[in-house]
Structures are given as C-alpha cells and as structure tokens.
C-alpha cells in the first residue's frame, strides 16, 4: 500500500512539475495593435486612401511585420494608382504570412488592373489551398468573381 501512495505521490509531483514548465514555456502575450492600424481601417472604408496610407505607414513603423498592415498598404497604395508601392506591399504581407487570404485576394486583383490573367489565377489557386472550407471562402469566392468579370470584359 505504501508504495501506491509513493507512486501516487511521484506521479502527482511530475504533474505539477510539468504544469510549471508549461506555464514557463508560454509566449508572451500578443502585443497591443497600434491604433493606427484601426485609423487606416476605417479611413479605407471612408475610401480617403490618403489618409488610410498615411495611418498605415505609422502603423508599419510600430509593427513592421504585421501582414495585416502591409496588405492595408497594398490596398490602399493600389487605390491610389500606385502599382508598384501596392505590389510591394502585398508582397511583403505573403512573405510574413504565405496564407494570407486578403493579401492573395487583392493581389490578384492588383494583377487584373495590370492585365496579368495568369498571375490572378495563380492567386486564385493559392485561395483554394488556403482557404479553410475546400477552397470555400469570401477572398476566393471575391477573387473568381473579379476574374470571370475581367474575361466577360476582356471578349466584349
């Protein structure tokens, strides 16, 4: 009976023991958003480019690696005609986050506004994979959307 109880007790310190390290082991919490990254929101939703850019680009400074940030970037750079800044973007949030699924969908976009089909498509499939639901989701459901519109477009 005594050695139940020893191998009780054993068992039970490990436990503890282990619950301790995991405790230790933990990440540290997320960091807080820069608020900035909601001003470039919802100025994006105002549709002021300008001033979402502007937010944004303070908000990259605070969170350089934030994908979040630099496919708003992209957005809004893209809104603003300006190809090449927008492309970097969204290719910066893809490295940080290769499943970035707005990232995918507005890249593509950017590819249809510069006439690159194939580069949209590949977008397009990078969404099928990506997407939780058998490549069902609103960014790939958007992106075939754009897509089918563009070849509507491009017969006419």
């Not at 007790?9 to 503890?16: D, H, K, N, Y």
């Amino acid at each position: 009976m005594k050695i139940v109880a020893s191998v009780f007790i054993v068992i039970l310190a490990l436990g503890f023991a282990g619950s301790q390290t995991l405790a230790d082991d933990r990440p540290d919490p997320p960091k807080p958003r820069s608020p900035d990254l909601e001003k470039g929101r919802q100025a994006i939703d105002a549709k002021d480019y300008r001033a979402a850019v502007d937010h944004l680009l303070k908000a990259a400074k605070d969170a350089p690696k934030d994908a979040d940030v630099h496919n708003l970037l992209g957005y809004g750079y893209r809104h603003l005609g300006q190809f090449d800044k927008s492309m970097e973007h969204y290719q910066l949030a893809l490295s940080l986050d290769p499943n970035h699924r707005g990232a995918h969908e507005y890249i593509g976009e950017l590819y249809l506004q510069m006439d690159q089909l194939a580069n949209a498509e590949k977008q397009l499939q990078a969404l099928q994979k990506a997407c939780p639901w058998f490549g069902r989701c609103s960014e790939h459901d958007d992106l075939k959307g754009a897509i089918e519109r563009y070849k509507v477009k491009q017969k006419s």
